[in-house]
């Protein structure tokens, strides 16, 4: 009769113990890791591609643009360009005490900007290689109190 089970076959037990164990350990530690990680999302708009108006419309006034770029040296440049006059003006601002961002002057330069000129509605977000991206998200997250409209763009 050991020919019914198959020529040189052998009889097996699958141990799932140690398989089950390792599940168990693995999602354990997924939910405990989880529970310490803390997402946050970053609202910045992004331009949509789509079709062109078939009769774009020339604006009576060139629009005002404001570029604020980060430096590594912890200098903030507000660039205000375009308008009625061809306006080109460049704010720096420089850092706080402690080599640190000074985040309160950018907000007072940009509310003095968007009082002197309020047809702004918009701010482009540029930095440098070397500053550090968190930097980056506290602006945008100051910017956006102010502005309804903040773009990230690359150098």
């Not at 799932?16 to 708009?45: E, R």
Request: aromatic letters at 6%; a negative charge.
């Amino acid at each position: 009769m050991s020919a019914i089970q198959g020529e040189g076959g052998q009889d097996f037990d699958l141990n799932l113990a140690p398989i089950i164990d390792c599940f168990t350990v693995l999602i354990t530690y997924l939910l405990v890791s989880a529970s310490f990680i803390s997402l946050t999302a970053l609202d910045v708009g992004v331009a949509a591609a789509g079709q062109a108006d078939s009769t774009p419309q020339q604006p009576t006034t060139p629009p005002f643009n404001m570029m604020i770029h980060m430096t590594v040296q912890k200098v903030i440049n507000l660039k205000i360009t375009g308008g009625p006059k061809n306006l080109d003006l460049t704010i720096p601002i420089p850092a706080a005490g402690g080599a640190a961002w000074n985040r309160v002057g950018l907000d007072s330069q940009v509310h003095r900007a968007l009082r002197a000129f309020p047809a702004i509605k918009e701010a482009t977000l540029m930095a440098d290689a070397g500053v550090i991206y968190k930097d980056v998200v506290h602006v945008v997250e100051d910017l956006k109190k102010i502005l309804p409209k903040v773009f990230l763009s690359g150098s």
